[in-house]
């Protein structure tokens, strides 16, 4: 066998696309920025427990059900994807819809549980120092929440796309970029949730 028949035997690898690495580069900076943050907030725990000067934190309920809501928005956003792959493309604008609209409601639940805190005396700037591990709180969800706003704006774009008839199985890169960036954010915040929980 020569070696032009085998070049036509071998199958060429498509190049990658730009704006996924850019996409996973981003997650693997976050991901290295919340595990600063988790590692500080343990390494401060573990100080403040040992001094007396570490406040308990009871996460809201709301935090609980916003675990369950982005969960779901994953689940309606891979409908979406599948829709596309299969070249439903009408479907994709209405499974997008009902992933921008949890994604809404995991942003107001987000909110009600920084108003649960407030309420209950705590702030991001608290008066005794014990109370730091609510400003560590504050400020993993507060960076996660910026997160999902940019989530929510790549959202809308697909459903802008979605809308136009722009997002079938010949075109799929924009809504993966969706679906991968989304997925992160749901799983992160299953995990910062969990984690928080059983740090106390």
């Not at 390494?43 to 779901?72: E, K, T």
Request: charged letters at 10%; a positive charge.
């Amino acid at each position: 066998m020569n070696p032009l028949e085998i070049n036509t035997l071998t199958p060429e690898k498509k190049p990658s696309d730009p704006k996924t690495f850019v996409v996973w580069l981003f997650i693997v900076a976050s991901t290295m920025l919340f595990l600063a943050f988790a590692s500080a907030y343990w390494v401060h725990r573990q100080d403040g427990m040992n001094n007396n000067a570490w406040a308990l934190v009871q996460l809201p309920w709301q935090f609980m059900i916003s675990c369950v809501v982005v969960a779901m928005s994953s689940i309606t956003l891979e409908k979406a994807y599948k829709s596309a792959s299969s070249d439903d493309v009408y479907k994709v604008p209405a499974y997008t819809t009902f992933t921008l609209i949890l994604g809404g409601v995991f942003m107001l639940f987000q909110v009600l549980g920084f108003f649960h805190f407030m309420q209950t005396g705590h702030y991001f700037s608290n008066a005794t120092p014990s109370e730091i591990s609510f400003s560590f709180v504050y400020v993993i969800a507060g960076i996660h929440f910026v997160h999902i706003l940019g989530g929510m704006v790549l959202l809308g774009v697909l459903l802008f796309r979605s809308i136009n008839l722009k997002v079938h199985k010949k075109n799929l890169v924009f809504i993966k970029i969706c679906k991968t960036y989304w997925h992160f954010l749901g799983i992160l915040w299953i995990f910062l949730f969990l984690f928080l929980y059983f740090a106390n």
